[in-house]
């Protein structure tokens, strides 16, 4: 049996995966290959916003406020709203 894999993002697939192996494992040869990835594009204010209030329950104007004192001290640049497209 050949396993191949990028990357498992998800513990229960991972788990999944485990479950599926028998009590014994053997590598019989690893090949290591490298690749790049393009950086994700930078937030627009309104999925900046959205995704403030998901994860840390900021409402817009907070999550406003706060990128707005940081653009001020030039730690981000100001999001742009075509900064998605």
Avoid: H, W
């Avoid at 309104?46 to 001290?73: H, V």
């Amino acid at each position: 049996m050949k396993l191949v894999s990028d990357r498992i993002d998800k513990i229960e697939v991972a788990e999944q995966l485990l479950n599926l192996l028998e009590d014994e494992i053997v590598i019989t040869e690893v090949e290591d290959k490298e690749i790049s990835t393009k950086p994700d594009k930078p937030y627009d204010l309104t999925t900046l916003q959205r995704e403030a209030n998901k994860y840390f329950g900021y409402s817009a104007n907070d999550t406003l406020n706060l990128a707005q004192g940081l653009y001020e001290k030039k730690l981000i640049t100001y999001p742009r709203t075509d900064s998605s497209i």
